[in-house]
């Protein structure tokens, strides 16, 4: 295994925690990204105009950095041809658009996006969810893609908002779950008014729908098995989802952030099968009993205590909601860790759990801005635009953190937001999907104050191994992460696995793969190590090589 190893960078620009820079720079121009996007915005307030967009970080074609997939909205109701998703590949720190070359381009109302190899050839496809039929990508390997959306059965033609994939049944092939929002149309769109002001309606002016599960076939094809695994839920507004081994038994369960319903966590009975325990669990409320208006969502270990934490962004006059994991149960955390005020009077959505300085305890990042434009006509409180929100961890509690770290003068209407190392320094970088805005690019300035590993964890063909869970003990302190490709909020991001290590310049590995089977090893600061199990391999199979990462 070859490491390549790069001493941490020492930033002048600070003295522990006290920042005298932005923590985070707006390189958009820098990377060249030109995309802005269209929501069709009119005088009546369509519902959907106000929900997009998202957008996804891959390696499509396999150089070691990573590219970028944005979806589009369109004008309403007619579509304009001439209004498209957008890929752009990443060379040397530029972003191109190839989105012609790649056969890509959808013009239908695009909504979110996730990549994964579902068909087991080692390049990353992507699937694509619209208003109206959803797309599957398959990557051909030679920088195209095609739409097999009709052949694999995937289209799910509804309002569809969060992807993920993974695979819950432990056969070696990624199945994929696709949340639903409400029954609507352009046609059929509710007008609706506060006080003779017209605004965008809320969700309960519609009527909720089941979010469908895909099995793959490990034929090219998925069969929609919603009903016969037990997570058919109707009259539910899915916005969110993460696959998460929540109960540490080695086979992932599936949490969904609703829109004013319940949340749902599907239990995985390693059966092919799951059982709904939001209730039992604590996680279907929150610590008042309340159904929030849930958007985004992740799952991560947030007090390095073992257990995979679950998060979620609110409506604003609602708190953000942080439920911690006590091994079997959860419980409301969000007053007690100190994250309910500051997310009070924000309306968030995108949203991970990030380590932003790499000294070991993972932060929460959190794209912030209001559905309703002409807001503060109805409460001088509320903005429409907002800023992005960091939440730092304090070993298990956090403090706001937005206006030390810079990211408190800018303001935005952030929906999807997609995280990454987009210049494989070893830290994380974000992309803001904005509501009728452009894209913004805010490259990570003080991840490399600490020292980091890095682990790209792959399949038998190189691709991301979706599902697998590290462990890495450095400094006496031991992290917790798993391989996901989803959560946020119609978004899918890097799936390597950045952990901050402070000062210490080893760290020991655990890698529990899709399946159960574990293997370690011992690493040195500072580069991305690729693993692939060597058992993992099917016959046939082409073992993915390891790469040595700048």
Known sequence: MTVLLRAATALLLCAGHAMAAPWFTDATEEYGLDFAHVNGFSPERRLVETMGSGGALLDYDRDGDLDLYMTQGNTLPVLDRNTTDRLYRQDDGRFTDVTEASGLGSTAYGMGAVAADFDGDGYEDLYVT???????????????????????????????????????????????????????????????????????????????????????????????????????????????????DIDDDGWLDIYVAN???????????????????????????????????????????????????????NFSLEANCLLANDGEYFYDATFDVGVAEPSFL???????????????????????????????????????????QLFENM????????????LGQAEHVVRGMVFGDLDNDGDTDVVLCRSNSSAVVLRNEVGQVSNWV??????????????????????????????????????????????GLGDSMMADVSIRWPGGETTGTRTSANAYQRLAKASQHAPGATPAEPEKTQ
């Open 346 to 388: 924000a309306l968030g959505f995108g949203t991970r759990f990030v380590d932003v300085d790499n000294d070991g305890w993972t932060d929460i990042l959190v794209g912030n801005g209001h559905i309703w434009d002409n807001v503060d006509e109805i409460d001088d409180t509320l903005s429409y635009e907002q800023p992005v």
């Open 130 to 244: 619209n208003l109206g039929a959803n797309i599957l990508y398959r990557n051909a390997g030679d920088g195209r893609f095609e739409d097999v959306t009709a052949s694999a059965g995937v289209g799910c033609d509804l309002l569809s908002t969060s992807a993920a994939f993974a695979d819950y049944d432990n056969d070696g092939d990624f199945d994929l779950y696709v949340c639903n929002y409400v029954e609507y149309s352009v046609e059929t769109d509710v007008p609706c008014y506060f006080g003779g002001l017209r605004i965008y309606c809320g969700p309960n002016e519609y009527v909720g729908i089941a979010d469908v599960l895909y099995r793959n076939d490990g034929d090219g094809t998925f069969t929609d098995v919603t009903r016969e695994a037990g997570v058919y839920e109707p009259d539910t507004r899915g916005l969110g989802v993460v696959f998460a």
């Open 454 to 499: 890095g682990l790209d964890l792959v399949t038998p063909t190189g691709a991301p191994a979706i599902g697998a869970r590290a462990t890495v003990t450095a400094g006496g302190m031991t992290q917790t992460r798993e391989v996901t490709a989803g959560a946020s909020y119609l978004s899918g991001s890097d799936r390597r696995l950045v952990f």
């Open 259 to 313: 829109d004013m319903t319940q949340n749902l966590l599907f239990v995985n009975q390693r059966d092919g099968t799951f059982a709904e325990e939001g209730v039992l669990r604590g996680v279907a409320f929150n610590g008042d009993g309340i159904a929030n208006g849930s958007m985004g969502v992740d799952a991560a270990d947030y007090d390095n205590d073992g257990d995979i934490d679950l998060w979620m962004t």
């Open 395 to 406: 070993r298990g509690s956090f403090v706001d953190a937005t206006a030390r770290s810079g």
